[in-house]
């Protein structure tokens, strides 16, 4: 009784979710049809993929905003292999593998200012968000690389009734992340480490290496979002993902991962996602003009971030 | 740390002095590399075009002191540039430069106020900043349409072309409004019962409130002055360019944080001032300068100022990790 309690409080997301996703549905009849509902779950894949990456930092008690960069990173990354010779635009699967592998050396040099220099990981995030965006525009000489390769772009096209093959790898991707963070040692440790770093520490942890493991997850999976970013473009555009770290991490926030670390989920993270893309979409459903758009996104991020950290904070005095 | 060698003080002076060291390498290789970098002109180059990022410096310098970040300084800076110009036109000089000091007064207090509701620390004041920054860039969009406003200097207004372009005895008016700014927050910060309270609450907060001062009040007193910088950096930049539009300010934030921190100062350490303000800036512009007179790309540049900041924090909690004080995390 007492976990079935604790589940209901954790995973509080999914009763407003399915509220809002009925109000939605009930009040706007375009909402439900299937070309609606296939360009929903497709917008949210890609930074829903990045998002889940975050979650494993922000569980572990770090935080990122490098996210957009690292999508622009990869994309054009991408552009240039395919770009470079017939026999990898033929067979996006190894330059994309090449591509996912720099991610994760850029994570593994990155986790090494943040776990053994010990630096503010928002700072080195913003140096290499800044400068991982420098790149991508430097490597694209500043306009987007095009990839015309059809095998490729199909990747994004490609529907199973109305689900996007590209959710179908989101939601597989959920699945694999909960796994590790729920149940093995990894997951286990990056709780105890965000809980508390000092304490993970002397029981045995060793908060070095799962804070490594932990950046090396995130930069892969916000390559994965890259690719299939490009995927969606057919090319490789080096100014794309600059409102990702804004729009992502309210998603984890509305999901219940708190910043200061040892809370979370992928399953959470998703429902996250899901809620905001659903808001989002159906400002635009109401007809709510764009820049209006911008600014009720930025209070809703706001009211987010506030309320999530007031909670949170509840106990406090200052 | 009195006693030991002189070797092993010469090795501590430099990890306390390192932006100071840092700033005269600079100086030299700039001498060294070009002919031009000490002529009067382009020192007065120097100082024109880092004034202001310098004035944002100062804000984000308090910021700082307080254990906190903006990153809204950019996008408030514009929103400055374009009401000075836009309200300018359509009512005049005085109003306009009011209404965009106000705005950047308002929206700093804004900051400081969410983020007392939250009671949060370090990284809740990115967020938070970071949000309202969004907003603060869609208010500027709707105001100017998305396009960018111009200003006809040739025109009335004499006054408002002035704060960026003419001289006080041979200076540049920004740079005197720079010094001016940095010369009143050290004041404050030095000789005021206000200025010892921003350290502690910077230094912990817990205590302080515990120990009666009004913790939330500095707050947001702090972020206001911080919004007010950004809004005076706006009306400097507008009156220089005599352009305005709602992306003119993006990337400053970052440049404020580079030079605060290339300026030796450190988050939540209770320690440095305006002094180290100075310092960075100077590190920056002279580093900009150097970019320019060889020619950098201006993405490079970007790039370069990314690996500095990141070489320094690196440096800075390298320099604490021998004496056995592990950086603690907030």
């Given amino acids: 009784m007492k976990k079935l309690a604790a589940a209901i409080v954790g995973y509080k997301i999914i009763p407003f979710f399915i509220l809002a996703f009925t109000a939605v549905a009930g009040l706007n009849p375009y909402f439900l049809t299937s070309y609606n509902v296939s360009s929903l779950l497709m917008q949210m894949s890609t930074y829903g993929i990045a998002a889940l990456g975050l979650s494993f930092l922000l569980i572990a008690g770090y935080l990122d905003i490098a996210m957009g960069s690292v999508i622009a990173f990869s994309g054009v990354l991408l552009g240039i292999l395919m770009r470079s010779s017939p026999f990898l635009h033929a067979n996006f699967i190894i330059p994309s593998g090449i591509v996912l592998l720099v991610c994760a050396l850029t994570g593994l040099a990155i986790s090494f200012f943040v776990t053994i220099l010990e630096v503010d990981s928002f700072v080195v995030s913003l140096c290499a968000m800044t400068f991982l965006r420098g790149a991508a525009l430097v490597m694209a000489n500043r306009k987007p690389v095009p990839i015309n390769s059809d095998a490729f772009a199909a990747l994004s096209q490609q529907l199973i009734g109305p689900v996007p093959i590209i959710f179908i790898l989101f939601f597989a991707l959920v699945l694999i992340s909960e796994y590790l963070l729920s149940w093995t040692a990894f997951g286990r440790n990056l709780f105890a480490i965000g809980g508390n770093r000092e304490i993970a520490g002397m029981a045995g942890i060793n908060t070095r290496i799962n804070g490594v493991l932990a950046y090396v997850a995130y930069y892969v999976l916000a390559g994965v979002a890259g690719l299939v970013l490009a995927s969606r473009m057919n090319s490789g555009t080096p100014i794309v993902g600059t409102d990702a770290p804004l729009s992502i991490i309210p998603m984890l926030i509305l999901g219940g991962t708190a910043l200061s670390g040892g809370k979370g989920g992928a399953i959470k993270t998703l429902f996250g996602c899901a809620f905001l893309s659903l808001a989002f979409n159906a400002m635009s459903l109401f007809g709510i003009p764009s820049n209006l758009q911008d600014m009720v996104k930025g209070a809703i991020i706001l009211v987010i971030i506030v309320s999530g950290k007031m909670y949170e904070n509840r106990e406090l005095k200052v | ?330």
């Fill in chain 2, 1 to 330: 740390m009195g006693e030991g060698s002189g070797r092993a003080r010469l090795v501590v002076f430099m990890g306390r002095n390192i932006s100071l060291l840092f700033l005269l390498a600079l100086i030299l290789i700039g001498c060294a590399g070009s002919p031009v970098f000490m002529t009067a002109k382009n020192i007065l180059n120097v100082l024109r075009q880092s004034s202001v990022t310098g004035i944002l410096a100062c804000g984000f310098g308090l910021v700082f002191l307080m254990g906190g970040f903006d990153l809204s300084m950019g996008a408030i800076l514009s929103l400055s540039s374009c009401l000075v110009i836009g309200v300018m036109k359509s009512s005049g000089f005085a109003e306009g430069l009011a209404i965009a000091l106000a705005a950047g007064l308002a929206i700093g207090a804004a900051n400081g106020v969410l983020i007392n509701i939250t009671k949060g620390d370090t990284s809740e004041t990115f967020l938070i900043t970071l949000g309202i920054s969004l907003v603060c860039f869609s208010i500027s969009t709707t105001y100017t349409n998305g396009y960018n406003l111009y200003y006809d200097s040739n025109g009335l207004e004499t006054v408002f072309a002035s704060i960026g372009q003419s001289y006080v005895w041979d200076i540049p008016v920004p740079v005197v409004l720079f010094v001016a700014l940095l010369a009143i927050f050290q004041v404050v910060l030095k000789t005021t019962l206000l200025g010892r309270r921003i350290y502690l609450v910077g230094g912990n907060k817990k205590a302080s409130f515990l120990s009666g001062i009004d913790v939330a009040g500095i707050k947001t007193l702090v972020f206001s002055l911080s919004g007010l910088c950004a809004g005076i950096a706006g009306v400097v930049m507008a009156s220089r360019t005599t352009a305005a539009g709602p992306r003119i300010g993006e990337g400053y934030e970052f440049d404020a944080c580079i030079a605060v921190i290339a300026g030796g100062m450190k988050i939540g350490a209770g320690k440095g001032g305006m002094v180290n303000v100075l310092v960075g800036t100077a590190i920056l512009g002279i580093l900009t300068n150097i970019m320019n007179l060889t020619g950098t790309d201006s993405v490079f540049q970007i790039m370069i100022k990314a690996l500095i900041l990141l070489l320094m924090v690196s440096l800075d909690s390298a320099k604490l990790a021998p004496s056995g004080v592990p950086a603690e995390k907030a």
